[in-house]
């Protein structure tokens, strides 16, 4: 269990077993003028209580986070906000209670992964990129929350599928490439809204669907 907040002086910081998260926890490797250090997370990582624990990482501009297993599984987190230069998932992250989820920083999918927030808002600032080319999927369920899409998905490695499956407003700022892309709004909020910027392209080769959830 960690119940503290955990600084290092950008050495890394590494959990080799499951997590339960008994108080909000902040893990800072970033100190001073350092970039920071490694954040390894190998099992999953629960709350205590669901929705109330929330975990925060620092991982500066070059630390690196991954996390093994899946996160919230069991006991969803509450807010989760992790930053670092990458971010690597190998299976789902839940927060419930509208927790926000924001990753800052470029995300590497292991495996398939979900982002579900329970009407919490969904940021994410950095790339998304399977490990290999078509070989993941990336799911983002913000219930009745907002998601942004802030940076390129699939750019460096194409996903499977891409998919928005609920949430109030949905801007996509950047380019998407994915064989499959959904970005759906839900049918039971007083205004949804989906916003492709300018800027953004998206490139699917075989279905893209955009338009309102039906729940």
């Given at each position: 269990k960690i119940a503290d907040d955990i600084t290092t002086a950008n050495a890394p910081v590494t959990f080799k077993g499951a997590v339960?998260?008994?108080?909000?926890?902040?893990?800072?490797?970033k100190t001073g003028t350092g970039n920071g250090g490694n954040v390894a997370l190998s099992?999953?990582?629960?709350a205590t209580t669901s929705g109330t624990e929330r975990l925060t990482i620092v991982a500066g501009s070059a630390g690196a986070v991954s996390f093994g297993g899946a996160m919230g599984g069991t006991?969803?987190?509450?807010v989760t906000n992790v930053g670092g230069k990458t971010i690597t998932l190998s299976g789902n992250l839940t927060t419930s209670n509208n927790a926000d989820i924001t990753l800052s920083g470029a995300v590497v999918l292991n495996a398939t992964s979900t982002l579900s927030s329970a009407n919490g808002d969904i940021t994410l600032t950095g790339s998304v990129n399977g490990s290999s080319?078509?070989?993941?999927?990336?799911t983002v369920n913000a219930g009745t929350g907002d998601v942004l899409i802030n940076a390129d998905v699939g750019n460096l490695r194409a996903l499977n599928s891409?998919?928005?499956s609920h949430s109030n407003d949905t801007t996509v700022s950047k380019?998407?490439?994915a064989s499959t892309v959904s970005i759906l709004s839900d049918d039971d909020t007083d205004a949804p809204s989906i916003t492709i910027a300018d800027t953004?392209?998206?490139t699917a080769n075989t279905t893209f669907k955009i338009g309102r959830a039906h729940v």
């Open positions: 339960v998260l008994s108080g909000s926890t902040v893990i800072t490797t099992g999953a990582v629960n006991t969803p987190l509450g080319n078509g070989g993941q999927s990336l891409f998919s928005v380019s998407v490439k953004a392209s998206i």
